[in-house]
């Protein structure tokens, strides 16, 4: 986030896509969708694309990795080479091996690992189609795809996060906003606790907006929450 441009990103309190500071992007999610995998979901946040796929419990190779007391849940974040506008080199970075890690943290704090000693969970999340937020939107298709492949959790994992643009604090922020605003704050909770289990910022707040930014992504976290619930519960019927 550079913070720099001449472009103007709220006006009047309308952002460039028309939207207010308190709301988010339109998002759809549906589950089950690949027929290879024991758990997927597929989730547009609004011009994101992701794809999410669960493997397992299987057990843990190599076995040297193995835990004898609880699972180990693997979390592959990746960026598709046609995902942004600049053609990324294939492969891992340092980005998508940090947002791999602290995925797989997040989504341990709710699995019932427990139960699977010995075994590995492995969570792909694809990014088809970037646009900013895209750790918040691969941590919660990948929470709903575990849920879909019915390993047992505590309650699912929603991610959302806030920034700040134009001297003003907004949640959900898109591209623009994401590349030429003043700071960004993802967060990631467990709605049934109120635990964090996700929060960076990048950038510079003072107090009093960091604490505005946090509550806005945490709102926002429990919108994206009630979203993944119809998403599950359209499955069942």
Sequence with gaps: MSGK???????GGVRLDGRKPDELREIRMKV???????GS??????NNKVLAGVYGPREMHPKRLQNPTEATVRVTYNMAPFSVDDRKRPGPDRRSVEISKICSEALTSVVQTH????AAIDVFVEILQADAGTRCAGLTAASIALADAGIPMKDLVASCAAG??????????????????EADVPLAIVPRTGDVVLLQM???????EFNK???????????????QKKALSEVQK
Excluded: H, R, T
Excluded at 115 to 118: A, E, G, K, L, Q
Excluded at 213 to 227: H, N, P, S, T
């Design 202 to 208: 990048d950038g510079k707040l003072s107090e009093e």
């Design 32 to 38: 089950g969708v690949l027929d290879n995998a024991q």
């Design 115 to 118: 139960m699977y000693p010995n």
């Design 5 to 11: 441009s001449d472009m103007k990103l709220i006006d």
């Design 164 to 181: 700040k643009i134009g001297e003003e604090v907004v949640v959900d922020l898109m591209k623009e906003e994401d590349n030429y605003g």
């Design 213 to 227: 930014a946090f509550d806005l992504a945490y709102e926002g976290c429990m919108k994206v929450y009630e979203i």
């Design 41 to 46: 979901a597929y989730l547009e946040w609004g």
